[in-house]
């Protein structure tokens, strides 16, 4: 218990004694951190968007303005019959208007005069979102489909589905993890190098002491013990700066990229948050650590 | 009994030194064997008679020079309580001898024992241990120039945990002996070059080790000062450590009449009781 309490004092004195780089050190695991974090938070925000996307994995067939409604009826029903759809709902004209209103800039629907471009549709959810494919194939083969459809000429314009936008996503979403794993890689080897520099320094300011502490039958561990603490300090102190502005930019600038990109959604829960800033704090200090017993090894064969 | 605490008879002062036997001295010098069981010092009738240190065709080859041992062959056994000499030129080995016996380098060939421990075969982390019962003075002191005598003296408790409460008895009471409990607060580079010697003396018994190395004690100090230093060894000697003395000061030697190992190029050329320095000038 006292060795912790001089370890802690040695690391201390260490702080001064070099305090240019005991900062250098600081700050490099803080931005190695804070990016890392950054990337985290990224990925995991990304995660949610595509989840969200796929959930939402619907069928939208639009239909002619001079549809007849029993055929939009029996066409629903024969949708309704078909593997992996949950429900079928139908969309107006007006209310495919309202929801343009809402979800884009209503400017736009004033200059239309009260005309209405837009065509009404049926709107289908499915049960099991790897379907759409062949649910899509289905509705498309329907003769009352082909007849009542938006685009008698080309059905296939008619009837729109979110396959596509799925998988250009995941191949984003892939990219964006593989660049972010490099960089996490790359970072850490840096900030290692930079505490292994800092200890190294600590070290050799006090290459005497440490002779004499070997001389008078200090063990090994009493002798790293200080520059150990010293390392996990800086990576600590480093991770909480990370921490704390990750929290920040959590606070401030998450919600304003949120109503800037309604129609995605970026709620991360707090649990996620927590297990991204324990896994911070956690890497940084293994970081100090290894970081700084590199440094000793050279300095304490025996 | 076969086991490594054998030793522990061995390192009991002697009492061919002259001094009484206190309780202290007598745990210092069991230390070294680590908590054996405590003999009764008068069952040991031949205590002179079991090496401290023993070395044993030890051969050391520095990789730098391959073709010149920088010591061949030595067999020499040093008793508890004795004080010796070792002398020699410059290169002649005696700072190789030192620092064998806190283990800094270890023997090409050979065995060396100290207390009956093998170091050519002692585990890494058993080395702290071992240092902890050899105090060691060298030429240049080795003091930390920002730290003061009695924080010198109490880092050499301090590194090795002894409690504050030891640190603060132990050391004023090293420092009275070594003759210097008024400069506890002074400052190194305050103190001339034979208080300095005295503080570095001071930290190597402060932990009552039962074996005292010093390497050219002397060797920064006139030769009043050298005789006070010696005194001190001497005193130090008296109380039943173990001290071996690396010098090549002649006079020193010559006026004491203690055992006397020779060095030269590595061989040792003479092992000579109550010696004298011997080489030609």
């Known amino acids: 218990m006292r060795s912790i309490v001089y370890f802690f004092r040695e690391s201390l004195r260490g702080f001064t004694r070099n305090l240019s780089t005991a900062l250098g050190s600081i700050v490099t695991i803080f931005l190695s951190l804070l990016i890392i974090g950054i990337f985290l938070i990224g990925g995991l925000v990304v995660d949610n968007v595509v989840s969200g996307v796929e ?133 850490i080897f840096i900030a290692l190098v930079f505490i292994n520099n800092t200890i190294r320094l600590a070290i050799l300011a006090r290459r005497k ?45 998450l919600p304003k990229v949120q109503s800037a990109l309604m129609f995605l959604n970026f709620n991360v829960s707090n649990e996620s948050f927590l297990l991204i800033y324990l896994t911070l704090a956690v890497s940084g200090l293994i970081i100090g650590l290894i970081g700084s017993a590199f440094a000793m090894r050279r300095y304490l064969k025996v | ?45 031949q205590q002179h008679n079991i090496p401290v240190i023993t070395f044993d065709h030890v051969t050391k080859v520095y990789p730098a020079a391959p073709n010149k041992p920088a010591l061949s062959d030595i067999s020499v056994e040093i008793y508890g309580g004795e004080f010796v000499f070792l002398v020699g030129h410059s290169g002649s080995g005696k700072s190789t001898f030192i620092r064998m016996l806190i283990r800094e380098v270890k023997p090409t060939s050979g065995h060396l024992y100290v207390a009956d421990e093998d170091l050519t075969t002692m585990r890494n982390w058993r080395v702290p241990y071992l240092r902890r019962n050899i105090g060691c003075v060298f030429q240049d002191f080795k003091l930390l120039p920002n730290k003061t005598v009695f924080e010198n003296v109490a880092f050499a408790l301090e590194v090795i945990g002894k409690s504050r409460h030891v640190i603060k008895t132990q050391v004023p009471e090293v ?104 080489f030609d000038a």
């Not at chain 1, 639009?62 to 969309?91: H, K, M, N, P, W």
């Not at chain 1, 000429?153 to 995941?170: H, I, N």
């Not at chain 1, 090994?220 to 991770?239: K, S, Y």
């Not at chain 2, 060894?233 to 190992?261: K, Y």
């Open chain 1, 209 to 253: 002491e440490i002779a004499i502490m070997r001389l008078v039958g200090a063990s090994n561990g009493f002798i790293r013990g200080p520059f150990l603490m010293e390392g996990a300090l800086h990576a600590v102190i480093g991770a909480l700066l990370a921490i704390g502005i990750l929290e920040l930019l959590r606070y401030l600038v």
């Open chain 2, 175 to 278: 420092l009275r002996l070594v003759g210097l409990q008024d400069k506890l607060n002074k400052l190194p580079d305050q103190l001339s070059g034979g208080e300095q010697q005295r503080v570095s003396i001071a930290r190597a018994i402060v932990n009552r080790p039962p074996l005292l190395v010093c390497d050219e004690p002397t060797g920064n100090l006139d030769p009043q000062t050298s005789r006070g230093i010696m005194d001190l060894l001497e005193r130090i000697n008296a109380t039943g450590t173990t001290v071996l003395v690396a010098t090549h000061d002649r006079e020193m030697v010559d006026s004491m009449r203690r055992r006397v190992l020779a060095l030269d190029r590595g061989t040792l050329t003479r092992d000579q009781n109550r010696g004298v320095y011997g």
């Open chain 1, 55 to 187: 959930d939402e994995v619907s069928i939208t067939a639009f239909v002619a303005d001079d549809a007849s409604d029993s055929d939009i009826q029996s066409l629903s029903r024969y949708i309704e019959g078909l593997e992996g759809v949950a429900s079928v709902g139908f969309t107006t004209k007006e209310e495919a208007l309202e929801n343009f209103r809402q979800t884009s800039n209503s400017d736009i629907v004033d200059t239309l005069d009260g005309q209405n471009p837009l065509p009404a549709s049926i709107e289908v959810e499915l049960s099991d979102p790897q379907l759409v494919e062949q649910v899509a194939q289905q509705i498309l083969d329907n003769a009352t489909f082909q007849t009542i459809c938006d685009n008698p000429e080309d059905p296939a314009e008619s009837l729109k589905y979110g396959q596509q936008t799925v998988e250009r996503l995941f191949v984003l979403t892939n990219y964006v993890r593989y660049i972010g794993i490099a960089l996490i890689v790359l970072l």
């Open chain 2, 1 to 45: 009994m076969t086991n490594d605490m054998s030793q522990g008879p061995s390192m009991r002062p002697s009492r061919h030194g002259g001094g009484q036997l206190s309780y202290e001295q007598a745990t210092a010098a069991a230390q070294l064997s680590q908590s054996l069981p405590v003999l009764d010092v008068d069952d040991l009738p």
